[in-house]
Structures are given as structure tokens and as C-alpha cells.
């Protein structure tokens, strides 16, 4: 993460997170697709750091995909 206040960026992930429905909340592909949505809408945050935020929900959202095998099979 070159020059991002990385505090931001967490703190954006967290507001989002908290932010999601308890019906989102059930679904793993919607929480992410929500979260990703409300911090790329997010007018606090630097294109660089919305990026670096959107690089960190990805890889998170990647583990849990080989974790619960979610996703679809090939």
C-alpha cells in the first residue's frame, strides 16, 4: 500500500461491513458484492486507497470461496 492511510482504508472496510443487512449477511457472494459497491462509493477514500481496499476484500473473499468451496464449479 504506497502512500494509503491504511487506517482509512480499514476503517472503510469495517463501515461497510457493518453496514450490510442481515439478509446480505447470509449470502457470501452478496456481502461482497455489497461491500465492494459501498466503498468504491465511498467519497472519503483516494482512488488509490479505494483500490488497496478492493485488493483486500478480493483476497478475503477468494479464501472464503476455497474455504466453503462457494462459487461455481468448473
Known amino acids: 500500500m504506497n502512500a494509503t492511510r491504511v487506517e482509512?482504508?480499514?476503517a472503510a472496510i469495517q463501515r461497510a461491513d457493518a453496514l450490510t443487512d442481515s439478509s446480505i449477511r447470509k449470502d457470501p457472494v452478496k456481502q461482497y458484492?455489497?461491500?465492494?459497491?459501498?466503498?468504491?462509493?465511498?467519497?472519503s477514500l483516494t482512488l488509490d486507497e479505494k483500490q488497496d481496499a478492493t485488493k483486500i476484500l478480493t483476497i478475503d473473499y477468494d479464501h472464503l470461496k476455497v474455504l466453503y468451496n462457494l462459487g461455481t464449479q468448473m
Open 33 to 43: 458484492e455489497f461491500v465492494k459497491r459501498t466503498i468504491l462509493d465511498d467519497e
Open 8 to 10: 482509512f482504508v480499514v
